[in-house]
């Protein structure tokens, strides 16, 4: 139902709406000089920090050469586009310490995770 909020789009949206609400309050404090915009800001600053830390912290994570490895590991299993889009969405949904912990083979959990998104990159899309 929320699979909306794993996009890179719904992230950008955030970013958008917390920097906008940062730059309103910072115009309304020069303007009027009352201290519950900077307390607006800290908020703001704070809940932003709370949601998007968590998603940027898993995705940067991991280093070129885990990247690599990953993906040299699917190309020989799969095609190009797939492992593109799959290999895409594991860097976003996980950092590489719980990747190698996970049992490809037997992890419902995973098996789901890629069921879910190979519908989503090969499925019928709006674009």
């Not at 860097?91 to 789901?112: G, T, V, W």
């Amino acid at each position: 139902m929320f699979d909306f909020m794993d996009s890179d789009w719904f992230i950008i949206g955030l970013e958008i709406v917390f920097l906008s609400f940062i730059a309103y309050d910072g115009w309304k404090f020069y303007k009027t000089r009352r201290k519950e915009y900077i307390l607006n800001i800290v908020m703001a600053i704070g809940f932003a920090l709370w949601i998007l830390v968590p998603f940027y912290t898993k995705y940067y994570d991991w280093e070129e050469d885990q990247r690599q490895e990953v993906s040299k590991q699917c190309l020989s299993e799969n095609n190009e586009t797939y492992c593109k889009c799959i290999d895409n969405m594991v860097f976003k949904h996980y950092d590489f310490e719980e990747y190698k912990k996970i049992d490809r083979s037997a992890d419902k959990d995973y098996a789901e995770f890629i069921k879910e998104f190979k519908e989503d990159c090969f499925g019928d899309s709006w674009f």
